[in-house]
């Protein structure tokens, strides 16, 4: 098991078992798509921590992976079933989305930073394979 294997279990079992996320498909998901995966290499160390961590990458916005325990909760919340269709808006760099994509039927991510989108796209693939999730660009706001 490599470093943030470990990292991923641990999260999970400290972080987000404790605190009544329940849904087993939420935390199979999380198990499986690697967190590190989804933020700026010289921030992957920090993937796993309990953090908003900051992934903006020059943008005019600044744009966060949340704490992976309210990305848990969110989603438990929202009850996703395998059956719908779910929009993800101001993805980042998609591991939100990714999530999402291992829960429902479709996924369809939004993001206005057009290097995240780029990110976003590149990194789908990998820790989706067979995903149903795609990133779009959405025009910021004037």
């Known amino acids: 098991m490599s ?9 999970v079992d400290g972080q987000v078992r404790p605190s009544d996320v329940t849904d087993l498909r939420i935390i199979d998901a999380m198990l499986a798509v690697p967190r590190e995966a989804f933020v700026p290499q010289d921030k992957q160390a920090l993937a796993y921590l309990d953090i908003d961590l900051d992934v903006s990458e020059g943008g005019s916005e600044r744009r966060f ?21 779910v929009l993800v808006v101001g993805c980042a760099t998609g591991y939100a989305a990714a999530i999402v994509a291992k829960l429902a039927g479709r996924v369809t991510a939004t993001e206005s930073d057009s290097s995240l989108v780029a990110n976003a796209t590149d990194t789908q693939l990998r820790p989706c394979s067979g995903s149903r999730e795609r990133v779009q660009p959405r025009k910021p706001r004037s």
């Open 65 to 85: 992976l949340i704490k992976p325990v309210v990305t848990a909760k969110k989603l438990q919340a929202a009850e996703i079933k395998d059956t719908d269709n």
């Open 3 to 11: 470093g943030f294997s470990i990292a991923r279990q641990k999260m």
